[in-house]
């Protein structure tokens, strides 16, 4: 068994120990919201929203971005679920703004080891063979952070499976300070109708 494998059922047994009445929460989220967000290993939503175990949603991704999937688990957590007020949360320092799809597919074509960066850009050191297959994919990198956000929110509020009166508002989370700092145009661009 792996070292990171047995860390974990180590941390699952202690969590059980004191899991208490969790198992008696309901499937609806308590809090009636979701969260959009990154899968960026220094975002904890539960923290720097405030959140317990039933409160909310969260849907994390690569970038936080609305892709389909996304946008599909938003339109269960409302339909099925009754959230009714959604956060698109992105974050600084988001590793989506160091690369391009393109970059990505040259990567995979490479090889399917890990990738290193240095001040000359993305290095492929692996020995495997790689793969076209990441050509074909629309990775959804951005350039640009408030932009991305405003997309996003643009995205999931055109979608003809969302109702107008779901706010959706749109967030930066800045990394080095903890703050969510709004993108004011997105949450405009998400107002109910």
């Not at 499937?27 to 899968?39: D, H, N, R, S």
């Not at 399917?112 to 692996?126: F, P, R």
């Not at 932009?147 to 996003?152: G, L, N, Q, R």
Request: charged share 25%; with cysteine; glycine share 10%.
């Amino acid at each position: 068994m792996s070292k990171i494998k047995q860390e974990v059922l180590n941390a699952n047994k202690a969590y059980q120990e004191n899991f208490g009445d969790k198992g008696d929460l309901a499937l609806p989220p308590a809090g009636g919201f979701a969260i959009l967000t990154c899968m960026d290993a220094r975002l904890d939503p539960a923290k720097y929203a405030g959140l317990s175990e039933g409160d909310a949603h969260v849907i994390r991704n690569a970038g936080g971005r609305a892709s389909d999937d996304a946008i599909r688990s938003l339109v269960i957590s409302h339909k099925l679920l009754g959230t009714n007020e959604w956060f698109v949360i992105h974050h600084t320092q988001c590793g989506m703004e160091l690369f391009t799809s393109e970059i990505m597919g040259d990567l995979l074509e490479s090889s399917l080891d890990t990738a290193s960066i240095d001040e000359n850009g993305w290095q492929d050191n692996g020995t495997t063979t790689g793969t076209t297959a990441g050509k074909y994919i629309n990775w959804l990198t951005f350039k640009d952070n408030a932009k991305s956000v405003i997309e996003d929110v643009e995205r999931i509020r055109n979608n003809p499976m969302v109702p107008s009166y779901i706010p959706i508002y749109g967030f930066i989370y800045d990394c080095k300070t903890g703050e969510l700092v709004e993108v004011p145009e997105a949450s405009v661009v998400g107002e109910p109708a």
